[in-house]
């Protein structure tokens, strides 16, 4: 006799951290990235064969026309190619975000399939959800979804009565990172700037799909690599001297390598900025990376902060010399820079 197989569900429940759990789920991560900050529902309704499907992305539609993107984000996850109701929606909503999660890897984790649904071949029970996710990236509410939608006029509610998400929280949530004084002397940061203005800068993009694409929409800004082994070597003693020691001390990592040795220029000339929130170790390339150094070189400008939005609102501005450093896990942005330049050193560190 045939014995009928067994599921198991990941149970997600308030609290919980989105950022680690989506972490095996790119295409889902990097849009929950983009939304750093803000509240965002992701429904899954895995189908739009479903009962419950038609229901859940109408209900996905009017939210999103009720809510301004910059207090809550709405995303669908589907296993399926997209048919004709998500292209329609998508059409008439175009703040709705539709993910295509294929290989089923943000449907198991999140729970709406069961660990054991590997094959899209096989037929598998589901639990179709919705879940509220808080500008801190952690599960605020869960939701069933439903042939009839009574949670849509639920999370509707919800999401009426929460305060802005830069009040979301009743104390400041500082974000785990370091400010370090007179990392770099004035001299060395005058020698960095004319290296730079010496070779002239080359405008760098972003990474998607493994591929570097110039989006100025997303980041805008002029790199020059430093090629000067003795110059590479002062930069680097003081990084040893001055920055690990601190890592040691409250991160409990020994650095022991440097990676990429540039000088970063934001010029409001060029209206530079690099406001696409993203984090520096999330691809398979970049996953050794730990912590991310930013060595202010000047100070005479305005804008160019470095603002972390799953914690606060707020923008950091170190002066010219000094360093801010931070995991390379932390969703990160830099704001336009609006009158002058901003030099920058940008290496990251590792063991």
Same mark, same amino acid.
């Given at each position: 006799?045939?014995?009928?197989?067994? +599921?198991?569900?990941?149970?997600?429940?308030?609290?919980?951290?989105?950022?680690?759990?989506?972490?095996?789920?790119?295409?889902?991560?990097?849009?929950?990235?983009?939304?750093?900050?803000?509240?965002?529902?992701?429904?899954?309704?895995?189908?739009?064969?479903?009962?419950?499907?038609?229901?859940?992305?109408?209900?996905?539609?009017?939210?999103?026309?009720?809510?301004?993107?910059?207090?809550?984000?709405?995303?669908?996850?589907?296993? /399926?190619?997209?048919?004709?109701?998500?292209?329609?929606?998508?059409?008439?909503?175009?703040?709705?975000?539709?993910?295509?999660?294929?290989?089923?890897?943000?449907? @198991?984790?999140?729970?709406?399939?069961? @660990?054991?649904?590997?094959?899209?071949?096989?037929?598998?029970?589901?639990?179709?959800?919705?879940?509220?996710?808080?500008?801190?990236?952690?599960?605020?509410?869960? +939701?069933?979804?439903?042939?009839?939608?009574?949670?849509?006029?639920?999370?509707?509610?919800?999401?009426?009565?929460?305060?802005?998400?830069?009040? +979301?929280?009743?104390?400041?949530?500082?974000?785990?990172?370091?400010?370090?004084?007179?990392?770099?002397?004035?001299?060395?940061?005058?020698?960095?700037?004319?290296?730079?203005?010496?070779?002239?800068?080359?405008?760098?993009?972003?990474?998607?799909?493994?591929?570097?694409?110039?989006?100025?929409? @997303?980041?805008? @800004?002029?790199?020059?690599?430093?090629?000067?082994?003795?110059?590479?070597?002062?930069?680097?003693?003081?990084?040893?001297?001055?920055?690990?020691?601190?890592? /040691?001390?409250?991160?409990?990592?020994?650095?022991?390598?440097?990676?990429?040795?540039?000088?970063?220029?934001?010029?409001?000339?060029?209206?530079?900025? +690099?406001?696409?929130?993203?984090?520096?170790?999330?691809?398979?390339?970049?996953?050794?990376?730990?912590?991310?150094?930013?060595?202010?070189?000047?100070?005479?400008?305005?804008?160019?902060?470095?603002?972390?939005?799953?914690?606060?609102?707020?923008?950091? /501005?170190?002066?010219?010399?000094?360093?801010?450093?931070?995991?390379?896990?932390?969703?990160?942005?830099?704001?336009?820079?609006?009158?002058?330049?901003?030099?920058?050193?940008?290496?990251?560190?590792?063991?």
């Amino acid at each position: 006799m045939q014995t009928s197989p067994s +599921f198991s569900f990941a149970n997600i429940s308030r609290g919980d951290p989105v950022a680690s759990l989506a972490r095996p789920c790119p295409s889902l991560q990097n849009e929950l990235d983009r939304a750093g900050g803000r509240y965002v529902v992701v429904c899954f309704y895995l189908a739009a064969d479903t009962p419950w499907a038609e229901t859940a992305l109408n209900g996905l539609g009017a939210l999103s026309t009720r809510f301004g993107a910059d207090h809550a984000v709405f995303q669908g996850v589907g296993v /399926k190619p997209e048919g004709e109701m998500e292209t329609r929606l998508r059409a008439a909503h175009p703040p709705m975000i539709l993910i295509r999660d294929l290989e089923r890897k943000a449907a @198991r984790v999140f729970g709406a399939l069961p @660990r054991e649904a590997v094959d899209r071949r096989i037929s598998t029970p589901a639990r179709p959800s919705w879940l509220v996710i808080d500008p801190t990236q952690h599960v605020l509410a869960t +939701f069933p979804c439903t042939a009839e939608g009574g949670e849509v006029a639920e999370i509707g509610d919800l999401l009426a009565g929460l305060p802005p998400p830069e009040r +979301f929280s009743p104390i400041e949530l500082p974000p785990p990172i370091l400010i370090l004084p007179n990392v770099f002397e004035p001299e060395l940061c005058r020698t960095l700037i004319d290296t730079y203005e010496r070779n002239g800068g080359q405008e760098t993009g972003i990474s998607v799909n493994a591929e570097v694409q110039i989006d100025h929409s @997303r980041k805008r @800004r002029r790199d020059c690599r430093i090629d000067d082994p003795a110059l590479i070597e002062a930069a680097h003693r003081r990084l040893r001297s001055r920055i690990a020691p601190e890592i /040691k001390r409250l991160f409990f990592m020994d650095v022991t390598r440097v990676d990429r040795n540039i000088v970063a220029c934001y010029a409001a000339e060029d209206e530079a900025h +690099f406001m696409m929130a993203h984090r520096d170790n999330n691809s398979p390339t970049t996953a050794y990376r730990r912590f991310a150094v930013s060595i202010n070189l000047t100070d005479d400008f305005e804008g160019g902060s470095v603002r972390f939005p799953e914690y606060n609102q707020r923008d950091y /501005k170190a002066p010219a010399g000094w360093a801010v450093v931070f995991p390379c896990a932390i969703l990160h942005q830099v704001t336009k820079v609006t009158a002058g330049r901003r030099y920058v050193f940008l290496p990251f560190v590792f063991d």
